[in-house]
């Protein structure tokens, strides 16, 4: 089975733009959670989507959103970027059961000017 | 909302065992214990995840006493390759509960 992939891997913004993310789950998980790490605050959990429903949120201004697909697929979105929303943004599936083992994805390394 | 605490950093050399220790105190009864490592610039990779006493895969150990406060992920015989993060992670059940990362272990393995 593939892993989890996002694109892109490697983004560069400046301040006040935004920017989409996309991450495909492993194959008939249909649960997709995004976390996002930076060195000062690790990895911090951002929402989760389950049947393109959000289940969960954590604890971001509503600049940060995402979305899920009728195929899982997800995306998540971050308008009107400031300098602190560089980091690396995180990707995890899971078949869909709270408390199962999330398998991430490589991540995309966002850097905003 | 179980909070989990883990020593920031540990040292060790290549080929001895690695015991590195988790406390969850508030451990909810239907939560599983998982621990992840993490190479720099990668997604964290699922270890090992347990419940209760022991369980063994093919790179880890994990031991989970009877009261479930705490988690000891054990790796036998480590290599050079196993410097990394290692998060230990009590993953809720309850829908309620948001999912949280502890700062994880900083493992530097010594030739």
């Known amino acids: 089975k593939a892993g989890v992939t996002q694109t892109p891997r490697y983004l560069i913004k400046t301040r006040g733009q935004q920017v989409t993310l996309s991450c495909s789950p492993i194959s008939g998980h249909r649960s997709v959670s995004w976390y996002q790490q930076t060195p000062g605050q690790g990895l911090q959990f951002l929402f989760e989507?389950?049947?393109?429903?959000?289940?969960n949120k954590g604890n971001f201004p509503g600049r940060f959103s995402g979305r899920q697909f009728s195929n899982s697929r997800s995306e998540m979105n971050v308008s009107t970027l400031e300098l602190g929303d560089s980091a690396l943004y995180l990707c995890?599936?899971?078949?869909?059961?709270?408390?199962?083992?999330?398998?991430f994805g490589p991540g995309t390394r966002l850097l905003v000017l | 909302l179980a909070k989990t605490t883990q020593p920031i950093s540990m040292d060790s050399y290549e080929g001895q065992e690695v015991n590195i220790t988790c406390s969850h105190n508030n451990i909810a009864t239907n939560d599983y214990i998982t621990w992840y490592q993490q190479f720099p610039s990668q997604g964290p990779r699922f270890i090992i995840q347990g419940y209760k006493t022991k369980v063994t895969n093919e790179v880890a150990s994990l031991f989970i006493p009877a009261d479930r406060k705490s988690s000891t992920l054990s790796l036998p015989r480590v290599s050079l390759s196993d410097t990394a993060v290692y998060y230990c992670l009590v993953a809720p059940t309850n829908r309620d509960d948001k999912i949280i990362f502890g700062k994880g272990t900083r493992l530097h393995i010594l030739p």
């Open positions: 995890a599936s899971s078949p869909g059961g709270r408390g199962e083992t999330q398998y």
């Open positions: 989507y389950f049947s393109e429903t959000q289940r």
